[in-house]
């Protein structure tokens, strides 16, 4: 089975940037869709983006779109998010998570098998 395990949380001041990495195990990366899904305090986890399995395509919540850069390296088993111009809004809990396909208009958790443990990010007004 697969393991993902995220790492960069932190905390940072607002309009301050950071980058989550998620690394994983499996000789078989490359099949898969990659996504991040954040869940904040009291609220549902969210979608955030997405990543086709060769890189070429890439989704994104409205609410990150413009800041949030998704990326992965086949070779390395990694895939990237980049924030930037971080807002306190965008606190929670960040999960990674692998897939075969995403859902229009918006991914869901049901279209990922895998999870992360997930890494907490913390923006500070």
């Known amino acids: 089975q697969v393991q993902l395990v995220e790492s960069g949380g932190g905390l940072v001041q607002a309009g301050g940037s950071l980058r989550l990495s998620c690394a994983a195990s499996g000789r078989t990366f490359s099949s898969y869709t990659m996504g991040w899904f954040r869940q904040a305090p009291g609220k549902e986890r969210e979608f955030v983006a997405v990543i086709s399995r060769s890189g070429d395509s890439t989704y994104y919540a409205d609410s990150v779109k413009g800041r949030f850069t998704i990326s992965r390296d086949n070779v390395k088993n990694t895939v990237n998010l980049q924030m930037n111009s971080l807002k306190p809004e965008d606190t929670a809990v960040y999960y990674c998570?692998?897939?075969?396909?995403?859902?229009?208009?918006?991914?869901?958790?049901?279209?990922?098998?895998?999870w992360g443990q997930g890494t907490q990010v913390t923006v500070s007004s």
């Open positions: 998570a692998q897939g075969h396909r995403w859902s229009l208009p918006s991914p869901s958790e049901a279209d990922f098998g895998s």
